[in-house]
């Protein structure tokens, strides 16, 4: 098995250069001019910049060190964007959701007061019965127990015993 021979350090002889907040700005513009950090190289920066004390390996390292932060920015970018589109399609479902939810709490109250009238209708309809039930008629005129014409029904059929709650009220039970 071989070693794996590693590079031993070496001190470059360029002294570090102290990127300064007026220095970085020229770079910045620099790089804005020649078309984003992709597309500008280190030669034309330093054209670009015009300054005397830098050389290219400053700014080799420095477009590398801005490429990395700008990759980074775009990412977090890109995850806040992602959490806010989340974040607005959950409060859109919940809202969605409670107006599912309410409809049908409204339609379960309707539901309920329906069954409530059909049932006093039908009480109303047994306390009453006496009138529904027509005795056969040798005249076509429906004629009520007590003797009074019904006007709503007024007119039957010979062969018509009694009228039905389905026919009078458009009741199916």
């Keep these: ?17 102290r990127w300064t907040t007026d220095l970085h700005q020229y770079f910045v513009h620099a790089v804005e001019q020649l078309g984003g950090e992709k597309r500008a190289t280190p030669k034309k920066i330093l054209k670009s910049m015009g300054v005397k004390t830098i050389t290219i390996s400053h700014v080799k390292s ?43 709490k409204f339609m379960h109250s309707q539901q309920r007061l329906q069954c409530n009238i059909n049932e006093k209708i039908i009480a ?22 007590d003797g009074a014409n019904d006007p709503l029904n007024s007119k039957v059929l010979k062969d018509e015993k009694k009228l039905s709650l389905e026919l009078t009220l458009g009741l199916k039970y």
Excluded: C, G
């Design 62 to 104: 420095h477009l590398q060190v801005y490429r990395n932060m700008k990759h980074e920015e775009s990412i977090q970018a890109k995850n806040r964007m992602i959490r806010q589109l989340r974040w607005r399609q959950t409060q859109q479902y919940l809202r969605i959701y409670e107006r599912l939810r309410d409809a049908t």
């Design 124 to 145: 109303f309809l047994k306390l009453s019965n006496k009138i529904m039930d027509v005795p056969y008629a040798d005249d076509d005129v429906a004629i009520a127990v």
């Design 1 to 17: 098995m071989q070693r794996e021979i590693v590079r031993p350090y070496s001190k470059s002889k360029i002294p570090r250069l």
